[in-house]
Structure formats: C-alpha cells, structure tokens
C-alpha cells in the first residue's frame, strides 16, 4: 500500500517563478492538508480539503498562494511569483475522515522549496 | 486564537534519563494527538487521547490527556538513541488541526 507521495521532493527556483507543488494521498482519504514547515520550526497550516472543497483558505500566507483537489485525489499547491522567504519544506497530509476520531494524518516526504 | 505551546522547546538527556514534553492548549479540546518527526523526515503519528484524564502507554512513552481537556503529557522512560526527534502534539480547532511548537529531543549515549 502506498503511502502519501510528493513530487518533486526538492524544487530549487528563482526568485518571481511560479511553481507548482503536487500530492497524491493515500487511496480512499478524503482529507486533505497542506503545511508547511521552516527550518527547525514548527508545521504552519496552510489549507485543506474535504473531498475536493476547501472551505476555509484562511491560512495560506497570501494571494500568490493557491491549491486545488480534483477527483477527490491529487491536490497542487501554487505558489506564483515565489519569492526567497517561501522557501521551506511544504507537507501534505491525508487522513481517513475528516477530525474524526482514530483518524490520524499520514503525511508525504514533503517537497523542499528553495527560492534564489 | 487558538495556540497550542509546548514546553521545552529542546531537552537533551543523556540516554537511560527520562524525558517529559509538555502540551498546553488555550481552549479545550476536542481530542489530542502526538506525533514524532525524526531529523531529515516527516511527523508520524504515535496516538490520539479523546478522554479527560486519559493515559495511554506504548511500551517506554506515557500519554496523558489532562481533566480540563486544555493539555497533555508525553513522558519517556529511560531514553534511547532512537528517540532523537521532535515531538508534537496536534488538537483540531474546527476546521484546521494546529500543531504544537514542537520539542526538539536530543539524547548522547
């Protein structure tokens, strides 16, 4: 059984390039998150997704930020224009059920961002 | 809103010393969980506490969940090498699940 798959695992881009972050959860999880993790810090939640909504986009840090679930499976986290303090390890997470008991995430390798 | 702190942010033990990391949230929660992130890799889930005053054991490392439901233990007796890690805990707040600050376990054989 596979486990929670990100791709590409590191991503070195110049500053002001868009980029694009994938994740493929583990088959059947309709939960869906993303965080992302600075150097020796703690996970910052970005967004999730029940199925393919996100009903609450609150945390991504702002407008050049964006991410997209389709099929109720693979999600893409956009990152445009990137700029150097983006850089950072970006973690996706699937789980069973969304906060229902017993139901812990799982995450992926994470993608390690570098912005020049 | 909601924070969720741990203390300390690092410990260094020497191994076969016992190890405490403390979880305290500003609003109760619903339920708790506790994950650990080696270095270099991501967070892995160790147990989730649902119950006020609930203590779950998995073989050296005790969980605690607190009677108010605002905060949680993790204890580790005599450490190993193989517990080097950061150690999380997590508490869902509606629609989002927020990590703790994360303490940073260092043990020297």
């Known amino acids: 059984g596979a486990g929670v798959s990100q791709s590409p695992s590191n991503k070195v881009t110049e500053k002001g390039k868009d980029v694009e972050l994938r994740c493929d959860p583990i088959?059947?999880?309709?939960?869906l998150y993303w965080y992302r993790q600075s150097l020796g810090q703690g996970l910052e939640f970005l967004i999730y997704?029940?199925?393919?909504?996100?009903?609450?986009k609150s945390g991504l840090p702002s407008d050049r930020f964006s991410a997209e679930r389709t099929g109720g499976s693979v999600s893409t986290l956009t990152i445009q224009r990137t700029q150097q303090e983006d850089s950072a390890v970006y973690l996706c997470?699937?789980?069973?059920?969304?906060?229902?008991?017993?139901?812990?995430?799982?995450f992926g390798n994470g993608t390690r961002l570098t912005v020049t | 809103g909601q924070q969720v702190m741990q203390i300390p942010q690092y410990q260094h033990v020497q191994e076969g010393e016992d190890f405490t990391t403390y979880c305290n949230s500003s609003?109760?929660?619903?339920?708790i969980q506790w994950y650990k992130q080696r270095p270099g890799g991501h967070p892995v889930f160790l147990i989730q506490?649902?119950?006020?005053?609930e203590v779950k054991k998995q073989k050296r490392l005790t969980f605690q969940f607190g009677e108010a439901k605002k905060n949680s233990s993790l204890h580790i007796t005599a450490t190993q090498t193989t517990d080097v890690g950061t150690y999380f805990c997590?508490?869902?707040?509606?629609?989002?699940?927020?990590f703790g600050t994360g303490t940073r376990l260092q043990v020297f054989p």
């Open positions: 997470a699937s789980s069973l059920v969304f906060h229902g008991p017993l139901s812990p995430l799982h």
């Open positions: 088959s059947g999880h309709t939960a």
């Open positions: 997704f029940q199925g393919n909504s996100a009903p609450d």
């Open positions: 609003t109760t929660l619903s339920n």
């Open positions: 506490l649902v119950k006020s005053g």
């Open positions: 997590a508490g869902p707040r509606t629609d989002k699940l927020i």
